[in-house]
């Protein structure tokens, strides 16, 4: 924030003429000389802040009860969760998602997350039945596969739905935010050049030296997204949420986990309550007539009107099909 208002200070300033450019230069000196300070003292902050955390992660791993005792079975009734304290009982339909990682596996039930390490296996087969009992138990008496489409995600699909968010789902106030400091600070540069030494075009200079930087950047980071693609996946939806299954797992989403949607003739687009958790692509591709007009059809039902201000394909009534 102090860049930006030095940044518009020096621009009214240059703008005036006059004396007025010696006390937006001391100014600027004053802002540079506080962010080196600063810069200094975070950086001398990063190792306490380091050694705080790790503090922190080892007194949350000694306060975990039972630790060495803990012990998880599946039974007709649910997931069985015993330890010395005693034992909970969490009924199959409390589970909502399935992950595995190569280390452990992750299941996330509506009271609380549970984390188990793969070395609690004596051997993959006694692992693999674990894992299947799970996923047919999540799948199990729940019309998920009533509406089932398989989604191949590209790295173009990924493109035009950040280009999507960007112009209809104010996704340009994110990159105004972290540009505008920047721009601030690179014109609060030129205009000390071009104090100290006119005869040059700092500003031509300082253009000519960000288009290869912004160029190196976006390409360095494209290529590092593009390893992400293309991911497949199979998504099943009924009024209750959407169910996703993959190479990791299998996570359960009610509609309320979605605060919004977006739209065009590509892609939907859902937006999660929280901002982390980033957005969900699925192309509409993957929808033939009658899955697109009923997925487009729990949308508005769940999540309101199209914000996108995209023109909607129509959604054609499916009462004479019968309920879903």
């Known amino acids: 924030m102090l860049g930006q208002y030095v940044g518009m200070f020096v621009f009214a300033s240059s703008l005036q003429g006059g004396s007025d450019h010696d006390v ?28 705080q955390h790790a503090a922190q992660v080892r007194s949350a791993y000694e ?57 609690a ?48 789902g104010r996704g340009w106030k994110r990159v105004f ?44 980071a494209g290529k590092k997204r593009r390893r992400r693609f293309p991911a497949s996946f199979t998504l099943s939806f009924n009024q209750d949420g959407m169910r996703f299954e993959g190479i990791g797992g299998q996570t359960r989403l009610p509609w309320k986990s979605f605060s919004r949607y977006l739209q065009d003739r590509h892609n939907y687009l859902l937006c999660y309550r929280n901002p982390r958790a980033g957005l969900e692509i699925l192309p509409k591709r993957a929808f033939n007539d009658t899955e697109s007009a009923e997925f487009e059809r729990l949308l508005a039902e769940n999540l309101g009107e199209n914000v996108s201000g995209a023109v909607k394909s129509s959604v054609r009534s499916l009462e004479q099909s019968g309920t879903y």
Not at 34 to 41: E, G, I, T
Not at 100 to 114: D, G, I, R, S, V
Not at 133 to 150: A, K, Q
Request: hydrophobic share 45%; aromatic share 12%.
């Open 63 to 119: 306060a975990l009860h039972c630790r060495d005792q803990q012990v998880v079975e599946t039974t007709d009734s649910g997931l069985v969760m015993s330890c010395g304290c005693g034992q909970v009982i969490r009924p199959w339909e409390y589970l909502i998602s399935f992950r595995e990682h190569p280390k452990f596996l992750f299941l996330q039930t509506k009271n609380e997350p549970l984390l188990i390490s793969k070395s």
């Open 24 to 51: 937006g230069l001391l100014c600027l000196l004053l802002a540079a000389v506080a962010a080196l300070l600063f810069w200094f003292v975070d950086r001398r902050s990063l190792p306490r802040i380091r050694s």
């Open 177 to 220: 935010d972290r540009l505008f400091p920047v721009a601030s600070t690179v014109y609060c540069i030129v205009y000390v050049l071009r104090r100290l030494n006119p005869t040059i075009d700092w500003g031509g200079v300082a253009v000519s030296s960000a288009i290869p930087l912004i160029i190196i950047v976006v390409y360095v």
């Open 121 to 168: 296996f004596q051997n993959e087969a006694e692992l693999t039945e674990f894992r299947a009992d799970i996923l047919g138990h999540l799948n199990s008496g729940r019309p998920w596969n009533e509406r089932s489409v398989r989604v191949t995600c590209t790295y173009s699909d990924y493109v035009r739905a950040r280009l999507l968010h960007f112009f209809q």
